[in-house]
């Protein structure tokens, strides 16, 4: 069922990210067609399935929307474009130096260096673009949602993780060290993806409480799950280069707890994600994305 439920997800932002990508001016600078490569060449979507899986909890029928255009599907295509910004930056000369990112040559090795710079540059500002194009919801939730997005993206979320990430680089630092960073880098857009769902469906404080926690949870647990594969998966299988932190000397899970106290906590934190939302009125789809969440290969 969850197979089910995030390729319909998939289908639906893809849908919205293509008929906005169509709307960007062409020119000979080749802008617009680097920004559709950074957004077509796949990926799990992972994030704006979020975004529909959090509307889903609170008994959403998504069957009753239509294809794309909702405010559902600007936020889902909003906070994809800010999660493909980081992964073209993250893969620079300058930070993690990658060649592959979802089974493709990254955009700086499609295209070159200045070319992915200005695709993050221009992806990030898109995004607030997006939510500001949601039009069926009061304009006070759309600030709020646009305000969500902006603190978890920015110095404060996910920029700041990568920061402290490329600190702990080639040192050793404390669990709670490494907690911090991806709470930060990771969990930060994870849990602002089912706040802006929640947003969108009008919940109160409550549910949203309720979702961040959930969010925070599997957060962790995502990243905790790719510091596994990292040493047990292969590049192809991940669609990008296996063993790239282990080579650089980062810090992982894997690294401080070892593989198999790394499996461990992955599973914790499972747990405690799917027990955070047993009160949500329709928690199943939720619970059933966390176990695929902890328990993926790629």
Not at 235 to 260: M, N, P, R
């Amino acid at each position: 069922m969850i197979e089910q439920h995030l390729n319909a997800c998939k289908a639906r932002v893809e849908a919205c990210l293509v008929a906005q990508l169509n709307q960007l001016p062409r020119s000979e600078v080749q802008l617009a067609d680097a920004v559709a490569y950074s957004l077509k060449v796949g990926g799990k979507r992972l994030r704006p399935a979020l975004v529909y899986s959090a509307a889903a909890s609170l008994r959403a029928d998504l069957t009753l929307f239509p294809p794309n255009l909702t405010p559902l599907d600007l936020a889902a295509a909003a906070i994809e474009s800010i999660h493909t910004y980081s992964l073209v930056h993250d893969d620079l000369p300058a930070m993690d130096n990658d060649d592959l990112r979802r089974g493709q040559p990254t955009v700086h090795r499609q295209y070159d260096e200045a070319t992915a710079i200005l695709v993050g540059d221009a992806l990030q500002a898109w995004a607030f673009e997006l939510l500001t194009q949601i039009d069926t919801l009061p304009a006070d939730k759309v600030l709020a949602m646009v305000k969500e997005l902006a603190q978890a993206s920015g110095p404060k979320g996910m920029v700041l993780g990568q920061a402290l990430d490329m600190r702990a680089t080639g040192v050793f630092e404390s669990a709670d060290y490494l907690k911090q960073l991806h709470s930060l880098k990771t969990g930060a857009l994870i849990r602002s993806a089912l706040r802006l769902g929640a947003y969108c469906m009008n919940a109160g404080p409550k549910e949203r409480r309720v979702l961040s926690a959930y969010g925070d949870a599997i957060g962790l647990c995502f990243q905790v799950v790719d510091d596994i594969l990292d040493v047990t998966t292969d590049s192809a299988t991940l669609g990008k280069t296996a063993g790239k932190d282990q080579e650089a000397d980062k810090l992982t899970y894997v690294k401080l707890l070892g593989l198999e106290g790394a499996k461990a906590e992955a599973q914790h934190l499972c747990a405690q994600a799917k027990a955070s939302v047993g009160d949500l009125p329709n928690p199943q789809v939720l619970v059933e994305l966390a176990d695929y969440i902890c328990n993926r290969a790629n």
